[in-house]
């Protein structure tokens, strides 16, 4: 990875665990504080909860490469452009979430991490995904699996405007 590319990786996460602990505070009244950004074998930024040390190892839920690369405003060759066009015209969005969502709790339910507490925080970045409209079936996703995390939050769209989900 570029170095650019890690300072917008670690740019994100930070502001996805901001939004995310400004909304947890407002409606849990614990205060919380960003502490800062981990290196690697530490989840993704540390942060304090009332008195707790808590760590929160963040996702993004793009959907697809692809669609990652638009949201994020990047310039788009025509073939991308092509491969989004054929996603648009799929049907059903939410099961593409569902895909997409049981993907990323895959992957980091087989990390490690060092640290007694580790919140997972997924940002839904895609803008025509909506997780209040299926957030049954989302929680069905990570049922079977094992994972490191005490509690798994989904922030439902880029900014938290709608909220935030407690997967578990």
């Not at 690369?69 to 054929?86: F, K, S, V, W």
């Not at 992957?107 to 919140?119: F, G, L, M, P, T």
């Not at 995904?129 to 490191?148: D, G, K, S, T, Y």
Request: glycine share 2%; with cysteine; proline share 5%.
């Amino acid at each position: 990875m570029t170095r650019s590319s890690e300072d917008e990786k670690q740019r994100l996460e930070l502001e996805a665990a901001s939004i995310f602990l400004q909304w947890y505070q407002s409606h849990t009244q614990r205060p919380c504080k960003l502490l800062h950004a981990n290196l690697p074998a530490k989840p993704d930024v540390s942060c304090k909860i009332g008195t707790a040390h808590i760590d929160l190892e963040i996702a993004h839920l793009y959907g697809s490469e692809t669609e990652a690369m638009q949201i994020l405003g990047r310039e788009l060759p025509q073939q991308t452009r092509n491969e989004l066009a054929e996603l648009n015209a799929q049907e059903n969005t939410q099961r593409r979430l569902h895909v997409a969502l049981a993907r990323i709790l895959k992957q980091k339910a087989n990390k490690h991490y060092h640290s007694r507490e580790v919140w997972l925080i997924i940002r839904n970045m895609h803008p025509q995904w909506r997780p209040h409209e299926a957030v049954l079936e989302l929680r069905n996703c990570i049922q079977p699996l094992a994972h490191p995390f005490k509690h798994i939050w989904l922030v439902s769209d880029q900014y938290g405007a709608n909220g935030v989900l407690q997967l578990i």
